[in-house]
């Protein structure tokens, strides 16, 4: 796989992550260290699945803990601030781009029974290749989150 567009959607993530003046989130909203917390999980849990692909299981993939508020509220206690949070999440996507980056066309077209929600908004709920959950990242879900770290400032 390549994961230049991953990459990327990451840099300009990190830029937006890395402004001064973000603001508190609208009531129901994500705040910049949740968002954060977020994506260090979806990133582990995509990468774990990636992983267990090649070692010749097949896993699941299923969002819902990355969502939930006790979860994030935990990675987020686990890091000293939040330059310490974007550190993890630059290492954590580092990983799972050299994972993805090393599979083979096989690997990454196989098949992941997936469960993605947004909020309490179904996506998905169905099979989806490996690669399309990490493609997904770079084409949506990143940029997603980067839009709703700028409007933090916009709000600020």
Do not use: K
């Not at 937006?16 to 129901?28: H, I, K, M, S, Y």
């Not at 949740?34 to 097949?58: E, P, T, Y």
């Not at 947004?118 to 989806?128: A, C, E, F, I, Q």
């Amino acid at each position: 796989m390549d994961t230049t567009a991953l990459r990327n959607a990451y840099d300009a993530l990190f830029d937006a992550a890395t402004l001064d003046d973000l603001g508190d989130a609208a009531p129901g909203e994500w705040n910049a260290d949740q968002v954060l917390a977020h994506l260090l999980s979806v990133d582990a849990a995509i990468a774990a699945v990636a992983l267990g692909v090649v070692a010749g299981a097949r896993p699941t993939f299923d969002n819902r803990i990355s969502l939930n508020a006790w979860n994030l509220d935990r990675i987020i206690a686990g890091h000293a601030g939040r330059g310490d949070l974007i550190d993890h999440v630059r290492r954590q996507v580092g990983i799972l781009c050299d994972v993805a980056d090393g599979l083979s066309e096989a690997d990454a077209s196989v098949l992941v029974p997936a469960l993605l929600l947004s909020g309490d908004t179904l996506r998905l709920d169905g099979p989806v290749p490996l690669a399309g959950l990490v493609d997904g990242l770079a084409e949506d879900h990143v940029p997603v989150h980067t839009r709703q770290l700028l409007d933090l400032r916009a709000a600020a």
